[in-house]
């Protein structure tokens, strides 16, 4: 192992005893303990590791091209990390739909449960839920103390949260039954009930009245969470524009579509008719659709245009009914692929499901999307740093997954009735993301020279980006919540056309094994990317 690739796993190793909650969403192997500090003790203990593993790798000199790689992308990650800290996010750091509130929850689903020893380990998560809340709360008011403060809607939005987090635990209960850890399990999801309880009267009653009444986040604070999300610096007012005119490419193409679904259709009349004719009805049936979908994308990919290894050809299909997103998500393989990789589907308190707009997102989460994207990290062996193998950049990630849905119309998946139309319709979304988010935060004015509201915000989703309407408010409120996330769909994706169309432009291209090399080159920042696709 090189002196950079030890560098890597030492930052891995230390960064997972720092974080444990977030060490089991990466699947890293390992004993880590129980609970995070969110206190400010923690969140200066893991600045320090930031800092201090930057220091070291400026003294390394990277002896060959897998050195230079993953010298680069860690150093990317660890400045673009440090940039947060610098303008102390962490003290005001609150967030909804996603954020640590459901994040602590979610992490429980992930723990493994094979034994009386593994349920153990979810009871001790369980019982250390209030006391990691408790450090979030202290660092909370650190950050009033200082100005540091989030916005109102918020602290609001992760209350709700909270409060619907009681009684959540009660399936793990159920699934466990009446073993020796089953009184330990009970108690220990009493306490984490009360500790989201306590969390939630927390940001009503103290954080909420104190809190930010404006939403933006501002062109300062906006440029560090989109470097943090992309891995690059771009022109924010540049990629607003831009947001605009892929919608209305995206919505002309809609338009053409619809029609040839139904002549002489609108967009509207074609979604009702669709909505109307290609759907299931109950979860067990959408469940069993989703999993023939990955079935039937996995077999139809595998040999073509990817040779997924056989690790990699199943996915683990899970619905989510307790889960406050709106849309679906997934969550990678731990390193030693005892975990698989999971889809995770929201109910929305629905009974009936449009089959025609969800194709897409199985492509999009599963293969050639998300699992084939981060399954083969998972079994790249040592050609990848294991910094490189547990971290994420949403441009490279998002934008791949978006790309594998336009690559699945390009290989003509999207045959069943209406399903490309729910393929433009998911990338109409996508867009709308781009010129809500960067206009919301940087307070740009619509075309019609209007302001951003969340209200709307709202309009422009539900009546350009063709959100259902379940999806709606929470998307919003996790865009207005969670500042450059939403932009890195539609410019990761932008990012990997431009570099397929120069790699095409090349003598002797194979789009089969351009896939391959470029997902081989791990994850790294649109800025790395562009480089090191360009030498492929």
């Known amino acids: 192992m090189s002196a950079i690739f030890r560098l890597c796993e030492q930052y891995i190793l230390r960064a997972a005893a720092l974080d444990p909650v977030e060490s089991v969403y990466l699947g890293i192997v390992g004993d880590f303990g129980v609970a995070t500090d969110y206190s400010p003790d923690g ?17 390394l000199a990277p002896a060959s091209d897998a050195d230079r790689r993953a010298a680069a992308h860690l150093r990317e990650r660890l400045e673009a990390q440090a940039a947060v800290y610098a303008i102390g996010e962490p003290y005001r750091e609150v967030s909804s739909p996603f954020g640590l509130v459901s994040g602590l929850r979610d992490s429980i689903d992930l723990l493994p449960r094979n034994d009386d020893e593994q349920w153990r380990a979810i009871a001790a998560r369980l019982a250390a839920v209030p006391g990691m809340l408790n450090g979030w709360r202290t660092t909370l008011d650190v950050g009033l103390e200082r100005g540091l403060r989030a916005a109102r809607r918020q602290a609001l939005g992760a209350a709700d949260q909270a409060e619907r987090f009681e009684g959540t635990h009660d399936d793990l209960i159920a699934a466990y039954g009446d073993g020796p850890v089953a009184a330990e399990l009970a108690e220990a999801a009493r306490s984490a009930y009360r500790g989201y309880a306590e969390t939630a009267r927390y940001l009503r009653e103290q954080y909420a009245p104190r809190a930010d009444e404006r939403d933006a986040v501002g062109p300062e604070r906006y440029a560090v969470a989109a470097r943090m999300q992309l891995g690059d610096e771009i022109d924010l007012r540049d990629a607003y524009a831009w947001g605009w005119a892929e919608l209305d490419r995206i919505e002309a193409e809609m338009v053409a579509e619809a029609r040839a679904i139904l002549p002489g259709a609108t967009v509207d009349e074609a979604t009702a008719h669709l909505d109307s004719t290609e759907y299931v009805v109950g979860p067990d049936a959408y469940l069993a659709w989703l999993k023939d979908q990955h079935e039937r994308a996995i077999a139809a990919l595998n040999g073509a245009q990817f040779d997924i290894p056989e690790q990699l050809r199943t996915v683990d299909v899970v619905l989510a009914p307790g889960s406050t997103s709106a849309a679906p998500y997934y969550t990678q393989p731990s390193e030693d692929l005892s975990r698989p990789g999971r889809t995770w589907w929201p109910l929305g308190g629905r009974e009936k499901f449009a089959t025609w ?31 490189a193998k547990m971290s994420w950049v949403g441009g490279h990630g998002e934008g791949w997954a978006l790309y594998a849905e336009r690559l699945a119309d390009e290989l003509g998946w999207l045959t069943a009735p209406g399903a490309r139309l729910g393929m433009l319709a998911a990338s109409a979304l996508r867009a709308a993301r ?16 209007s302001r951003w509201t969340f209200e709307k915000a709202c309009e422009v989703l539900r009546e350009r980006g063709r959100a259902e309407a379940h999806k709606v408010h929470p998307e919003v409120l996790r865009y207005f919540g969670w500042a450059g996330q939403a932009i890195c769909y539609k410019l990761g994706e932008r990012a990997w056309l431009e570099a397929r169309a120069e790699a095409q432009a090349r003598p002797g291209f194979d789009l089969k094994a351009w896939h391959t090399a470029a997902l081989d080159l791990g994850p790294m920042g649109l800025g790395t990317m562009r480089e090191e696709l360009a030498r492929i």
């Not at 999009?364 to 790249?380: C, D, F, K, N, S």
């Not at 781009?434 to 020279?449: A, C, T, Y």
């Open 43 to 59: 969140h200066e203990a893991r600045q320090e590791l930031v800092r201090d593993t930057l220091a070291e790798l400026s003294r």
């Open 357 to 387: 707009s969800d194709l897409t997102t199985v492509f999009h989460e599963g293969v050639p999307g998300h699992h084939l994207q981060l399954g083969a990290v998972a079994v790249a062996g040592d050609k990848l740093s294991r910094y």
């Open 434 to 449: 781009v010129v809500i988010d960067i206009g919301v935060h940087l307070e740009l004015p619509l075309p019609d020279g």
